[in-house]
């Protein structure tokens, strides 16, 4: 199976920084690989898939890079409203489908 | 509007049996592969199970391979997931969540509903 690592599990940043999660595969998984918010006590929310595509309706400040083993979800200036968990979760070479740990952010 | 609507969960005895139900609307559900998702207490996300357009093409996670059941009725626009022989590690809040076209993405996601597994 293929395992995916986030770093940090962890983040407390400032207003208006910039912030980056990463997310790291086992194994090559080109670009199948999509990055989820959830707010707390919400269901999670798609905001990046294929690795760079900004799915509708998803801020601008939300992008996505990487392929092969290493991914980036970056928040290029943190609103108060991006307080949530992300994860990262792979679909190649299904099943299973998995996701990462999930990264917490918070305000500093 | 799309939307997705689980129900179904509740409080049930190690051992025990629960069908959860997953409503769709605002969309043309035969058109989309869809998956149960779910999330212990204060834990991440675990995929559980995916099922094709028609149902002919089904994957289960390990963890409930054996015990747990997907299925679909596209006449009544409804997902299916049957619980048996349910443990305490399967208390969780559990989400059904559409797949997506040309990609394996899921968007969007239910409200979820909690299982409780306890004597």
């Known amino acids: 199976d293929i395992q995916m690592t986030q770093s940090p599990s962890s983040l407390s940043a400032s207003l208006g920084d910039r912030v980056t999660i990463t997310c790291q595969a086992s194994?090559?998984?080109?670009?199948?690989l999509n990055w989820y918010q959830q707010r707390p006590g919400k269901a999670p929310n798609l905001l990046i898939y294929?690795?760079?595509n900004l799915q509708r309706g998803v801020p601008s400040r939300f992008s996505g890079s990487g392929s092969g083993t290493d991914f980036t979800l970056t928040i290029s200036s943190l609103q108060p409203e991006d307080i949530a968990t992300y994860y990262c979760q792979h679909y190649d070479n299904l099943p299973p489908i998995t996701f990462g740990q999930g990264t917490r952010l918070d305000i500093k | 509007q799309v939307q997705l609507a689980e129900s179904g969960g509740g409080l049930v005895k190690p051992g025990g049996s629960l069908r959860l139900s997953c409503a769709a609307s605002?969309?043309?559900?035969?058109?989309?592969?869809m998956n149960w998702i779910r999330q212990a207490p204060g834990k991440g996300l675990e995929w559980l199970s995916y099922i094709s357009f028609t149902g002919n093409t089904i994957y289960y996670a390990d963890s409930v391979k054996g015990r747990f059941t997907i299925s679909r009725d596209n006449a009544k626009n409804s997902l299916y997931l049957q619980m048996n022989s349910l443990r305490a590690e399967d208390t969780a809040v559990y989400y059904c969540?559409?797949?997506?076209?040309?990609?394996?993405?899921?968007?969007?996601w239910g409200r979820g509903t909690l299982v409780t597994v306890s004597s």
């Open positions: 294929d690795a760079s």
């Open positions: 969540a559409r797949g997506g076209q040309g990609g394996g993405w899921f968007d969007p």
């Open positions: 194994q090559d998984i080109g670009n199948y």
């Open positions: 605002g969309f043309t559900f035969s058109d989309y592969y």
